[in-house]
């Protein structure tokens, strides 16, 4: 009989095998010897491919679509035949989105409740989404479909990250059968930490290299391999680039795209209210609604800005380049669907933005986000000095730019806050597009009202293939699913509202909608971590946004604008109850906002050492914690060989801050990249020797700082094969390196001296590397194609604390790990 594969079996997944149990013949040769043909799993007829596609850190009013200034052609086409979905949410925040999306779980319901790296032990911030929420990748392989992932994948674990796993919570192992991407909140556009499945690969060294273009190559090759070898077999592609989260990179022939745009040329104020208007003329947002107005954002006008409005400019034109270059890689996949004939039969689900529009790059921008990512505040004349010294510099991979929380707060029009704020929309509606030819009818311009949110994709999805709910996935019983298909909007503009009650929350920022009104109160601002109130002396707020199957005598207060808290307190009172009860539902509870306990729950490696073979490659969070205090990095070598050789023994970090030991003209050199503004360098005076025997050569830096990211001593040594002990090398008085711009080795002082240090971090996608160097070059000495190979063996390198660190202010420390979503 044929395998058992009925729509009803498909709730247990994989879907059972059913052996054969009829008769059976001694001879094949027998007529009667004859046996079902095996039939491959395949979803119900008529499933549709799906695209899923998903933007990052873009505001709700930023792209074409939903009223912004900024080119969307890709976006603005699909919606021209297809649907816009004004009320759409996320959850503030990109890992916690990215959860939600793929399990249909609200982010707390699977241990989601914040970014990976501020995991806690309570069961809604472990970041370990549980195997009781299977993926909808995972679901759709398991009947039928390929499936595959291009991007960003920021919902694994901080501790598996490394070389050694497990892989558990990695995109091959959470259902797709190809992942191409970066492991990361966000990666370097030109020297991005890539993965093929689970194998680290280098990135290619080719002078147009970019990574946004990269994964849409990749995507389109998937694509024409897997319609040429499985023509029936319907995929799910999970489109994910990154981008337009910072670094605000850009190819160089996108860098003047919106070059003195007049848009721009008059600030952000002026910039929400020509976005407002054109949201209005769309139809996104009602005539009388009200651009909601945030009194914590600086003026355009503002004094602090004199004498870098220019440079400011030049910031949101960079940024509004990297989206439209985004959206029109978008358009290459689907020009390949096109091409291919394949758009009728694909649902397009074009999601743009996991949460609100930054405000991360402080309220002028930064040249380097590493700067806040350390949480160092500079003092506002040397912030601008910065910024207008290396404006140039802005978009290309010379810089790691950001843009000011102005620009944010704009991109965001018509509502108030950004990332990270989900009790406002700025945080968390996003604009929603849905394409799918013949099964759409659009009625008014196409827009939808109903309140959607990000965990009813998934179960739209299955309805949309014709696929149950599973019950049990990999022999494991699965909680249900919390989200609520809105398929039926597709052909029903007016369909009844189907998500009645939400609850938003994020770093304490609290919020529950429910049939029309919001209750919301803000605990915390993006840019403020050192003044968190006590949860009871929070301040609610009400509003009536949206008037959902009542007779009402307020009027519609679409943006948050109008604070109904005083007239109507018993309301108030309702909801924030009600809070209370959908929030211990799904484990939003505890509410934490201890810093220090959150940050003790970091997993730095055991002990005091760390053992990398030659070609290791470790991802920063599983290095062992060298930050402001003393150690040293001991390597087993022979060699180096050749001719004055050069050659990387150990690395970590990139070109915006880390340190490594290498070999420079058969010197044994040292070099601390400091935030991408300062290099300081330490060179040993004799050459070491091409042995043919291993010998032992050590860095040994002593923090001399009291406080963190001050700096330290530094000394060279090495132990000849047949020496008891180190013996120190004599160091060059001014190591003159190359050309480099940024040498900041001092020449007023004895050698070896570094006078500052990363307090917090280097970078959030930071690999340590031993051999060899790859990526973001550290320093000009790592620049280039495959130069900087050690020209002899490391048998191995070590790193050892040898001191106890200085005391890492809290604040600072979340504020860098905040920032990195």
């Given at each position: ?263 721009f040329a008059k600030g952000w104020d002026e910039l929400r209210e020509t976005i407002c208007k054109k949201q209005k003329s769309l139809g996104v947002i009602p005539e009388d609604a009200e651009a909601a107005v945030n009194e914590d954002v600086p003026k355009w006008d503002d004094e602090m800005f004199d004498g870098i409005r220019d440079s400011l400019r030049r910031e949101m034109e960079l940024y509004a380049s990297f989206l439209q270059q985004t959206d029109e890689e978008v358009g290459r996949v689907i020009k390949t669907l096109e091409d291919l004939h394949l758009m009728d039969n694909t649902l397009i689900i074009y999601i743009l933005g996991d949460n609100g529009a930054s405000a991360e790059g402080t309220f002028m921008g930064t040249f380097n986000e590493m ?149 919301v109160t803000l605990h915390s601002k993006p840019w403020d971590w050192e003044s968190n109130p006590d949860y009871e002396k929070d301040t609610w707020e009400l509003y009536y946004t949206y008037p959902w199957g009542e007779e009402s005598t307020h009027e519609v207060d679409w943006t948050q604008a109008n604070n109904l808290a005083q007239r109507e307190p018993e309301r108030l009172a309702q909801l924030k109850k009600l809070f209370e009860i959908t929030a211990a539902r799904y484990n939003v509870f505890p509410l934490n906002d201890e810093k220090t306990e959150r940050l003790e729950q970091s997993p730095p490696p055991v002990g005091t050492k760390q053992k990398y073979v030659d070609g290791s490659f470790v991802s920063d969070p599983c290095v062992i914690n060298n ?195």
């Open positions: 009989m044929p395998l058992d594969r009925d729509l009803l079996k498909r709730e247990i997944l994989p879907i059972p095998d059913r052996p054969y149990v009829g008769p059976v013949m001694y001879n094949a040769q027998d007529p009667a010897s004859h046996f079902p043909p095996i039939e491959p799993i395949r979803p119900p007829s008529k499933a549709p491919n799906v695209l899923l596609i998903l933007l990052d850190d873009v505001g709700f009013g930023a792209a074409e679509p939903f009223g912004g200034v900024i080119h969307t052609p890709t976006a603005k086409r699909l919606a021209e035949g297809g649907l816009r979905f004004t009320r759409f949410h996320t959850t503030a925040l990109c890992s916690p989105t990215r959860a939600a999306l793929m399990t249909g779980r609200n982010p707390h319901s699977v241990g989601m409740g914040c970014i990976t790296e501020l995991y806690t032990d309570a069961p809604g911030y472990t970041s370990m989404i549980p195997n009781t929420a299977a993926s909808i990748a995972k679901i759709l392989r398991y009947n039928g479909y390929s499936t595959a992932h291009f991007g960003k994948c920021h919902e694994v674990p901080v501790w598996e990250t490394g070389p050694s796993g497990p892989f558990d919570h990695w995109p091959t192992y959470m259902g797709f059968e190809k992942f191409y991407g970066f492991v990361a909140g966000e990666t370097n556009q030109f020297y991005p930490t890539l993965y093929d499945g689970t194998t680290y690969i280098e990135t290619p060294h080719d002078g147009d290299y970019h990574l946004t273009t990269d994964l849409t190559n990749q995507t389109i090759k998937w694509i024409e391999q897997q319609k040429a070898m499985a023509p029936d077999k319907p995929f799910f592609i999970y489109f994910a680039p990154g981008a337009t989260h910072a670094p605000h990179q850009i190819p160089d022939d996108w860098l003047d795209k919106y070059k003195d745009n007049e848009n700067i806040g990512f350390n949480g160092i505040q500079k003092p506002l004349d040397e912030q601008k000095t910065i910024i207008k010294d290396n404006i140039d510099k802005f978009g290309t991979k010379e810089a790691y730019n950001h843009y000011a929380i102005g620009w944010a707060q704009a991109m965001c029009t018509p509502y108030k806050w950004t990332k990270q704020v989900a009790s406002f929309f700025g945080g968390t509606r996003n604009g929603m597009i849905v394409h799918w030819p013949g099964h759409i009818d659009r009625g008014d311009r196409g827009l939808r009202h109903q309140f959607t949110y990000v965990i009813d994709v998934l179960p739209t999805i299955l309805e949309a293939a014709g696929l149950p709910e599973p019950l049990s996935v990999d022999g494991v019983l699965q909680m249900p699913i919390e989200g609520t298909s809105f398929l039926r909007t597709f052909k029903e503009q007016n369909a009844p509202e189907f998500r009645t009650t939400q609850y938003f929350e994020m770093f304490g920022n609290r919020g529950i909608y429910h049939n029309g009104w919001t209750a930050f402001n205090r003393s150690f040293m990095i001991t390597a087993k070598i022979e060699g180096p060989h050749g001719d004055a050789p050069n050659g990387v023994i150990l690395a970590r970090g990139n070109d915006f801050g880390g340190f490594g030991l290498y070999v420079k003209n058969a010197r044994l050199t040292y070099v601390y990249n400091y935030l991408g503004l300062e290099r300081y360098y330490v060179q040993a005076e004799p050459l070491l020797l091409p042995l043919s025997e291993a010998y032992e050569v050590r860095m040994k830096f002593t923090y001399t700082g009291t406080d963190t990211g001050e700096g330290g001593r530094v000394e060279l040594l090495v132990k000849w094969p047949r020496d008891n002990d180190f013996k120190p090398f004599p160091l060059v008085p001014f190591p003159a390196i190359g050309e480099d711009p940024l040498n900041y080795t001092p020449k007023d002082m004895p050698p070896g001296h570094i006078l500052k240090t990363n307090p917090i971090i280097f970078n959030v996608d930071a690999f340590l590397m031993v051999g060899k160097k790859t990526g973001g070059p550290l320093c000009p000495d790592f620049a280039g194609s495959g130069n900087n190979r050690f020209p002899g063996k490391v048998h191995w390198a070590e790193i050892e604390l040898t001191g106890e660190p200085a005391k890492v202010s809290p604040e600072h420390r979340l504020h860098a790990l905040e920032a990195i979503q």
